[in-house]
T-cell receptor
Framework: DTAVSQTPKYLVTQMGNDKSIKCEQNLGHDTMYWYKQDSKKFLKIMFSYNNKELIINETVPNRFSPKSPDKAHLNLHINSLELGDSAVYFC?????????FGSGTRLTVV | AQSVAQPEDQVNVAEGNPLTVKCTYSVSGNPYLFWYVQYPNRGLQFLLKYITGDNLVKGSYGFEAEFNKSQTSFHLKKPSALVSDSALYFCAVREGTGGFKTIFGAGTRLFVKA
């Protein structure tokens, strides 16, 4: 049973489209995150939810909107996709300290 | 604000030799420190963490790390490298109690040659 699962694994879409990435964790963790990993492998935090409440909202364009329907799910919706949004997006969850990461969603905007 | 520095983009080591991957950090308050490993086309995997207690922390796959408060460092070490250790390694720091945001270093690529 996968602890943190993201769907889809790959996403290729055209500029201007709207897309969503879903994340689910079955670890019972209270906190979930979205990170973006760029082509140079640099990891940047985007958002974090703790028990469905948004607690971290970094400098991210407001085309990106996270939603947490319950503490086991954290979805990421992206409007009006741009070429620069191409990256790997990782979901993660944590309870006290270390993270458990999903396997990532590779988003390619063409 | 928290920050993490991994001064080496790449570390090359021969199989069987000891390896060190360096990390220094800056955080107000007590740090929570972590190492993660990323294999190609995979998510990050947790290796080890320092929260409190013994400065030498042991983790997965024979890795260990030493917390040095005076030098604000948390270097990752392994006594004898394996070819299969070749991967991308990330150091990360979180501000202690009450902090939620974990900041990752830029990553260090480890190449272990047979």
């Amino acid at each position: 049973d996968t602890a943190v699962s993201q769907t889809p694994k790959y996403l290729v879409t055209q500029m201007g489209n709207d897309k969503s990435i879903k994340c689910e964790q079955n670890l019972g963790h209270d906190t979930m995150y979205w990170y973006k990993q760029d082509s140079k492998k640099f990891l940047k935090i985007m958002f974090s939810y703790n028990n469905k409440e948004l607690i971290i909202n970094e400098t991210v364009p407001n085309r990106f909107s996270p939603k947490s329907p319950d503490k086991a799910h954290l979805n990421l919706h992206i409007n009006s996709l741009e070429l620069g949004d191409s990256a790997v997006y990782f979901c993660a969850s944590s309870q006290e300290s270390g993270y458990t990461f999903g396997s990532g969603t590779r988003l390619t905007v063409v | 604000a928290q920050s993490v520095a991994q001064p080496e983009d790449q570390v090359n080591v021969a199989e069987g030799n000891p390896l060190t991957v360096k990390c220094t950090y800056s955080v107000s308050g007590n740090p929570y420190l972590f190492w993660y490993v990323q294999y190609p086309n995979r998510g990050l995997q947790f290796l080890l963490k320092y929260i409190t207690g013994d400065n030498l922390v042991k983790g997965s796959y024979g890795f260990e790390a030493e917390f040095n408060k005076s030098q604000t460092s948390f270097h990752l070490k392994k006594p004898s490298a394996l070819v299969s250790d070749s991967a991308l390694y990330f150091c990360a720091v979180r501000e202690g109690t009450g902090g939620f945001k974990t900041i990752f270093g830029a990553g260090t690529r480890l190449f272990v040659k047979a």
